[in-house]
C-alpha cells in the first residue's frame, strides 16, 4: 500500500513533535517534511509532491495558514489540507475561507479538511 505524503506545518515545537511521531507510527502515512510557517508552503510544493497538508491557522512570521491554503487550493487544488489549531474557532475559520472552498470534513476537535 502506498503512504500518503504529509507536510506538516506547525510553529509550536512540542506539538510538531507529537504530530511527527503519529504521522510517522501510522502506517498509512509518511512525513515529507515539517516546516513552521506557512509563507514556505509554496517553495516547497514547486519541487515536491503532496498528497496531505497538515496546517496550523497562526504559524511563524506572522504566516496566516487560512491565507496559505486559499493560495494552495488555486494552485493544487489535488492537495487535501487539514486545518489545526489549538484555540482556532469555527466562526474565525469560516469568516475567513471563501466561498470557493469546499469543506469536506468538520470534526469536533475544530479540524476542518479541503
Same mark, same amino acid.
Given at each position: 500500500? +502506498? ?15 507529537? &504530530? +511527527?511521531? /503519529? ?8 512525513? +515529507?517534511?515539517? &516546516? $513552521? ?13 503532496? =498528497?496531505?497538508?497538515?496546517?496550523? #491557522?497562526?504559524? *511563524? /512570521? $506572522? ?5 496559505? #491554503? +486559499?493560495? &494552495?487550493?488555486?494552485?493544487?487544488? =489535488? ?6 489549531? *489549538? ?6 475559520? /469560516? ?7 469546499? #469543506? ?9 479538511? /479541503?
Amino acid at each position: 500500500m +502506498e503512504k500518503y505524503k504529509v507536510l506538516l506545518v506547525e510553529d509550536d515545537p512540542l506539538a510538531s513533535q507529537l &504530530i +511527527e511521531i /503519529f504521522i510517522n507510527n501510522s502506517g498509512r502515512y509518511t512525513l +515529507e517534511k515539517s &516546516i $513552521n510557517s506557512a509563507s514556505m508552503v509554496g517553495v516547497y510544493l514547486i519541487k515536491n509532491k503532496i =498528497d496531505l497538508i497538515l496546517m496550523d #491557522v497562526c504559524t *511563524a /512570521f $506572522n504566516a496566516n495558514g487560512l491565507d496559505a #491554503v +486559499e493560495k &494552495i487550493k488555486k494552485d493544487y487544488p =489535488d492537495i487535501k489540507i487539514i486545518i489545526i489549531g *489549538a484555540t482556532i474557532s469555527l466562526t474565525n475559520i /469560516f469568516s475567513n475561507i471563501s466561498r470557493s472552498h469546499h #469543506v469536506s470534513n468538520i470534526r469536533r476537535n475544530s479540524t476542518l479538511a /479541503f
